[in-house]
């Protein structure tokens, strides 16, 4: 996949995760969950996966 002609091929974490307006929506997102007292981290396991952390430990 390289759908922003940046080079990066096949690498959806990098499409989904390491551009700076993805990432604005996610903090945005993350930010929104936080007014609702979901407290989760700026993270892309989190956001691509569904995997927090906390539940792990």
């Given amino acids: 996949i390289d759908w922003r002609g940046c080079g990066e091929k096949g690498m959806l974490i990098h499409c989904c995760w ?10 945005t997102v993350l930010r929104f969950l936080k007014e609702l007292k979901v407290d989760l981290p700026f993270d892309p396991a989190v956001s ?4 927090n952390p906390k539940e792990n430990k």
């Fill in 18 to 27: 390491e551009y700076k307006l993805v990432q604005l929506l996610w903090k």
């Fill in 48 to 51: 691509l996966l569904g995997v």
